[in-house]
């Protein structure tokens, strides 16, 4: 008694000085916060570089500052094009990780601040893809003189290593188990090369992206696409030097940035960071809203993590509660970009959103991919719009479960096992599996496929017998997927908002943001107060190791994923 007590008292003297320090660290963030002056004829800075995420779920903190998601970049767009104060934008795109349809969105929002009479200017330095594809949008792209400046565009590649053959050697086998022959995750466990099905899924589903993202550049830059096929396919060196940018038709003009600030007028002043900008004329709210949620993630049971990039039903649950509860919102966008996961936690969620669908229009964006799990989530959906650059589809089922059976061997382990039941004891990862355990296995496999089709067929209005051509795991393109009816459209967020409003029958509306941004402190607080941790508070050596066997069985349970 006396040790849970003191086990008491220390959680909650530790809790109270995790508190102070992070009440200290929020309260001096907040009193460095400066408010930034707009002068007239500012230019926004948008310098960007690494990750983008499509949307940032931290909120500004001491220990999270000014970072800002897709979603985040394109709102500040899209409040400058209309702020009389800002007349240009200069990009400084560098290294950026970000998906292709999160750079389409913010592309969306700097073609609408050009629409209202305004310039977009791109400065580069040393540039990847990514950075050159939005580096196009702009009106000018002006691009370092130094030798050591330069332009890396690539193209598309998907690298997958084979360790069959490693893991044979140390005596481990990875049974992988599918339904869908084009299925591919996981093969690279129990296989040493690619499979001619994904060799085909892969080959034509990076072809396709390719000329895609060729076709978008070559309409910015006005080059015909045969001319930049020739630069991507046959120049003779991985970096495109300045005086080759400028024949090509890639880059404008040859500045330092310096020399870009006089050449353009500039002045530091007049040159503001997007992190810091606010137009002080916010955005009014109206009567009525179109709720934006943002479904971003690996799609997972919650287990006391932070729920940052990932998606469970009870992290849907909490955002969907807070949209029904806000009588404002008529209609819901699920912004999702998902390449799926757990098929029960899929399941689960779509039942969810079908509960949503009962009370208001429910519009998909798919965003950078809405693949397998992903999809099902979608499937749905009251309307389906995919972003051009979208991946989607996958519409099977793979479990792996991995055996240690050779390497117990080479290492003289001997397992016994005395039991009473058939399935008792069904998976010793030290033992050859049981057939009828494998059995079972692909039963469950093929039981989840067939409903993965029955909900994709249901929610697409697809008789059931056209569906297997269309399932096997596939991963589509957005245009292969409009064909084969999987979406109802091609278009941005902005598409997909209008559409809502149009089911809902409004016309005048305002959009908001789910989920809600939150702290680092609330998060951690949130996982200092898991009730397992508390729970184990006091206990005894017996229920501790209970608690654990059983989250062992849990774990090594193979539950399919899609």
């Given at each position: 008694m006396k040790k849970k007590w003191f086990g008491l008292g220390c959680l909650t003297?530790?809790?109270?000085?995790?508190?102070?320090?992070?009440?200290?660290?929020?309260?001096?963030?907040?009193?460095?916060?400066?408010?930034?002056?707009?002068a007239a004829g500012s230019t926004l800075h948008l310098r960007l570089q690494g990750q983008i995420m499509e949307y940032n779920e931290l909120a500004e903190t001491a220990f999270a500052k000014n970072v800002s998601g897709g979603h985040e970049i394109v709102s500040k767009i899209r409040t400058a094009a209309t702020d009389d104060k800002i007349n240009s934008i200069l990009l400084e795109p560098s290294y950026i990780a970000a998906g292709y349809a999160t750079c389409n969105e913010i592309i969306a929002a700097l073609d609408y601040f050009q629409k209202n009479g305004k310039k977009v200017y791109a400065y580069l330095e040393n540039a990847i893809d990514t950075d050159y594809y939005l580096a196009a949008a702009a009106d000018h792209i002006y691009m370092n003189p130094s030798a050591s400046a330069g332009l890396v565009l690539t193209g598309f590649s998907s690298n997958i290593n084979y360790y069959k053959n490693l893991l044979d050697k140390i005596g481990v086998e990875m049974k992988v188990i599918h339904a869908g022959q084009y299925k591919g995750t996981y093969e690279n466990y129990n296989r040493n090369s690619m499979s001619a099905a994904l060799r085909e899924n892969l080959t034509e589903l990076i072809s396709n992206r390719y000329q895609v993202t060729l076709q978008n550049i070559a309409e910015n830059r006005q080059i015909a696409v045969t001319k930049l096929n020739e630069l991507y396919e046959n120049r003779d060196y991985l970096f495109i030097n300045q005086q080759q940018a400028i024949d090509s038709g890639l880059v404008d003009q040859l500045y330092s940035l310096p020399e870009l600030y006089d050449h353009l007028n500039i002045t530091e002043k007049r040159l503001i960071d997007y992190r810091q900008y606010q137009n002080s004329k916010q955005k009014q709210s109206s009567d009525q809203q179109i709720a934006v949620v943002y479904l971003n993630g690996n799609i997972m049971p919650a287990a006391g993590s932070f729920g940052i990039n990932s998606l469970s039903l009870a992290k849907l649950d909490e955002i969907l509660d807070e949209v029904e509860n806000n009588s404002k919102v008529k209609a819901v966008v699920l912004r999702i970009n998902s390449p799926g996961g757990s098929a029960l936690e899929a399941n689960l969620m779509l039942n969810r959103i079908k509960e949503l669908q009962k009370k208001m229009p429910v519009v998909v964006s798919m965003a950078n991919v809405a693949a397998s799990g992903g999809y099902e989530i979608s499937a749905s959906a009251d309307f389906i719009v995919a972003d051009k650059s979208s991946i989607t589809g996958s519409i099977g089922v793979v479990g792996m479960i991995p055996n240690f059976s050779?390497?117990?061997?080479?290492?003289?382990?001997?397992?016994?096992?005395?039991?009473?039941?058939?399935?008792?004891?069904?998976?010793?990862?030290?033992?050859?599996?049981d057939p009828d355990f494998i059995k079972s296995m692909e039963k469950s496999m093929n039981d989840v496929y067939i409903e993965f089709k029955q909900i994709v067929a249901e929610g697409r209005n697809i008789p059931f017998t056209e569906m297997e051509s269309r399932a096997q795991g596939r991963v589509y393109t957005a245009a292969k997927a409009l064909e084969l009816n999987l979406v109802d459209e091609i278009g941005n967020l902005q598409t997909a908002v209008e559409k809502s409003a149009d089911l809902a029958g409004i016309k005048s509306y305002s959009t908001v943001n789910y989920p809600r941004k939150k702290s680092m402190t609330e998060l951690v607080f949130n996982n200092i107060f898991d009730k397992k941790l508390v729970a184990s508070i006091g206990q005894s050596k017996l229920e501790k190791e209970l608690s654990r066997s059983i989250e062992f069985y849990e774990a090594i349970k193979a539950e399919p994923i899609q």
């Open positions: 003297s530790f809790i109270i000085v995790i508190l102070v320090i992070f009440l200290l660290f929020n309260s001096l963030s907040k009193l460095g916060k400066q408010k930034v002056e707009v050779g390497l117990s061997q080479k290492l003289e382990i001997n397992p016994e096992v005395i039991k009473k039941g058939k399935f008792a004891g069904f998976y010793n990862p030290l033992m050859e599996f």
